[in-house]
T-cell receptor
Framework: KNQVEQSPQSLIILEGKNCTLQ??????????LRWYKQDTGRGPVSLTIMTFSENTKSNGRYTATLDADTKQSSLHITASQLSDSASYIC????????????FGTGTQLKVEL | NAGVTQTPKFQVLKTGQSMTLQCAQDMNHNSMYWYRQDPGMGLRLIYY???????DKGEVPNGYNVSRLNKREFSLRLESAAPSQTSVYFCASSARPDRGAYEQYFGPGTRLTVT
């Protein structure tokens, strides 16, 4: 069964600090991996999409890495801000027709002063 | 551009009542999706429409029906609501179905409670 597991489940950091969120997946065959940010009460917003051949992708202070061999990804947030407080969801897409997205349960990040 | 819009934002139903959740996108996307999000679980696909005129079941279709009214609009209907359908419902759209890493854009969600 295709699965996406994220760790930690929740995280509290001080403003200005860096953090790294982890994602392990068993989706096969693999097409691409996405990271979404979901603010409380809002829909998810895409941060990055990485295909099999991409190892690293950045979007401002967010940097995602992908190791397709070990089926692991990480999302690194640099110089955190209060507005980074949100749930970060890892989503993996398999190949094939239609929609084959498998969503993780998310890491709840809280940035405090 | 408004992106993806959903109505209503909140809804409370009694068991057995019916309702339709509306979704519209103004990005000229071909594909549209309905998901539900429950505490402690990842988003799960209910139905999707790869292109206008087509609909297909997702992971959790039981108790739901959909209509792709035109290219812009995709509605989700609960014929006889049950407490197990209490959830947050998200509509999303993408330029194409998932091949080729086409980004999905999500609406703000509808929070549905069935008592």
């Amino acid at each position: 069964k295709n699965q996406v597991e994220q760790s930690p489940q929740s995280l509290i950091i001080l403003e200005g600090k860096n953090c790294t969120l982890q994602c392990n997946y068993t989706v096969s065959p693999f097409s691409n991996l996405r990271w979404y940010k979901q603010d409380t009460g809002r829909g998810p917003v895409s941060l990055t999409i990485m295909t099999f051949s991409e190892n690293t992708k950045s979007n401002g202070r967010y940097t995602a890495t992908l190791d397709a061999d070990t089926k692991q990804s990480s999302l690194h947030i640099t110089a955190s801000q209060l507005s980074d407080s949100a749930s970060y969801i890892c989503v993996v897409s398999g190949t094939g027709g239609g929609n084959k997205l498998t969503f993780g349960t998310g890491t709840q990040l809280k940035v405090e002063l | 551009n408004a992106g993806v819009t959903q109505t209503p934002k909140f809804q409370v139903l009694k068991t057995g009542q019916s309702m339709t959740l509306q979704c519209a996108q103004d990005m000229n996307h071909n594909s549209m999706y309905w998901y539900r999000q429950d505490p402690g679980m990842g988003l799960r696909l209910i139905y999707y429409s790869a292109s206008e005129g087509t609909t297909d079941k997702g992971e959790v279709p039981n108790g739901y029906n959909v209509s792709r009214l035109n290219k812009r609009e995709f509605s989700l209907r609960l014929e006889s609501a049950a407490p197990s359908q209490t959830s947050v419902y998200f509509c999303a759209s993408s330029a194409r179905p998932d091949r080729g890493a086409y980004e999905q854009y999500f609406g703000p969600g509808t929070r549905l409670t069935v008592t």
